[in-house]
């Protein structure tokens, strides 16, 4: 077996990471290229930035007047994620778990709904009895279960059939 000298990994896993790293850069290069075009389209000005959080790409179309991006509670947002994940795939051939946010909205809304989860895990130690919140997307309760597996003395479960799925907080 091969080891690199930088990390005393095997060299094999760098590759692979390496070769992840860069297809999750190049998935936001494609992103923002088929971004900035759909910004002349529309006549919307926005900086685009591009990152890679853990396993996914990030991207960002930061700048005002981009309200109409996101739509209301992010509908359009979660549409133009879709399309942009799609004028990924087309350019890869690979699935994309691109992650985009317009305008802080998806930021904002993590810190609210990490709020919420807590909040409503903390009610759920202290009085015993089991909480159902109002139904979310994937993304959301991804972000409300992680806070609540902070809480001690607490368990969720989403329950109920998309677009109506919701979490349930009950007491361990």
Known sequence: MTVDSTSGTPAEDVAADSEDMSLLEREGDIAADYLEVLLDIADLDG???????????AVSVV???????IGADGATLDALQELTRLAVHRVTGVRSRLMLDVGGH????????TELGTAAANRVAQSGSEERLDP???FERKIVHDAVAAVAGVETESEGEEPARYIVIRPV
């Open 47 to 57: 900086d685009i930035d591009i990152d890679v959080e853990g396993d996914r790409a």
């Open 136 to 138: 979310m997307t994937p």
């Open 106 to 113: 998806r930021a904002r809304r993590r810190d609210e709904l």
């Open 63 to 69: 700048g005002s007047g981009l309200d109409r991006l």
